[in-house]
């Protein structure tokens, strides 16, 4: 069974968003832990967070997905950004074990000038921080377009990232189709060989997520912008060779793509009639 879902909005709170995935034909679905742009979150409901874990459990659903905010950025030049990035890791972690069922997953941040090398040592040293091994959250770091100074805009800077975290062993990655294509792996022509290039690098057991998306723009064009599936420069064609591929078809799909709720009711039913059971 395709294991797939799309981005809620997390302030209808926890057992809400697992409702309303449900009721769109997802078994999964993605969130983000606070106001993406701001960084405020609302009160912590443990009962809620109970409920949605209960759910979950009873509905069969994947893992689910919690997003950090956009604005958590671990390896910024200033000080107090930095500051933020950590506070918000923390607490947002300490929120996500209770719910078991979930992974958090994060932009790995953009070095504004410091350059990628000083940028990787800071988010490692923000995970050696944050990411204790008492911390049972599978955490993910999301691969980048390489839009202006992003880290993570090649398999070689995720494994970068890795290695110099004293935490390595224990991060995950999560593929997301339209930055990779941006970044310049051809996912339309090259499947094959893009997941080969990712299993030398990171390795594919360390794969534990995709962001399914289309992309408005051409390969290599490091620009970020999601498109409906089907109807950007990727193509259908090549999402149905992705959901199905068998080094990926297990794993959960979330989908970002520019929509409303019906819109995502569509798509995944759209992928689910393409997928292959087997
Ligand atoms: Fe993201
Ligand atoms: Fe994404
Ligand atoms: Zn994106």
Redesign the pocket.
């Known amino acids: 069974m395709l294991h797939i879902g799309c981005h809620l909005s997390c302030s209808q709170g926890y057992l809400a968003m697992g409702r309303q995935a449900l009721s769109i034909g997802a078994d999964t679905f993605q969130f983000f832990t606070r106001n993406p742009r701001g960084g405020s979150v609302k009160p912590f409901d443990e009962a809620d967070a109970c409920a949605l874990v209960a759910f979950m459990q009873e509905h069969d659903f994947a893992p689910i997905l919690a997003?950090a905010p956009y604005t958590l950025n671990a390896c910024a030049a200033d000080e107090s950004i930095r500051a933020f990035a950590e506070r918000t890791m923390r607490e947002d972690l300490e929120r996500l074990a209770y719910l078991p069922g979930a992974m958090l997953?994060f932009h790995p941040g953009s070095h504004v000038k410091q350059g990628p090398e000083t940028g990787i040592r800071l988010i490692a040293g923000l995970i050696d921080t944050v990411y204790t091994p008492d911390v049972r959250t599978p955490l993910l770091l999301?691969t980048m377009a390489g839009k202006g100074s992003e880290v993570g805009r090649s398999f070689e800077e995720i494994r970068a990232i890795m290695e110099a975290s004293a935490q390595g062993e224990r991060l995950g990655v999560?593929l997301?189709t339209?930055?990779v294509f941006d970044g310049g792996y051809d996912l339309v022509n090259h499947l094959d060989d893009v997941l080969e290039a990712f299993d030398k690098v990171v390795g594919l057991s360390r794969l534990r997520a995709i962001?399914i998306?289309d992309s408005k723009n051409p390969l290599g064009s490091h620009k970020d912008r999601?498109e409906k599936i089907g109807e950007g420069q990727i193509g259908l064609d090549a999402f149905v060779r992705i959901i199905n591929h068998p080094q990926l078809r297990h794993l959960p799909f979330?989908l970002?793509t520019p929509n409303e709720i019906d819109g995502y009711r569509r798509e995944i039913a759209l992928l689910r009639g393409l997928y292959r059971e087997g």
């Open positions: 997003h997953n999301e999560c997301d339209c930055h962001h998306n999601h979330f970002e």
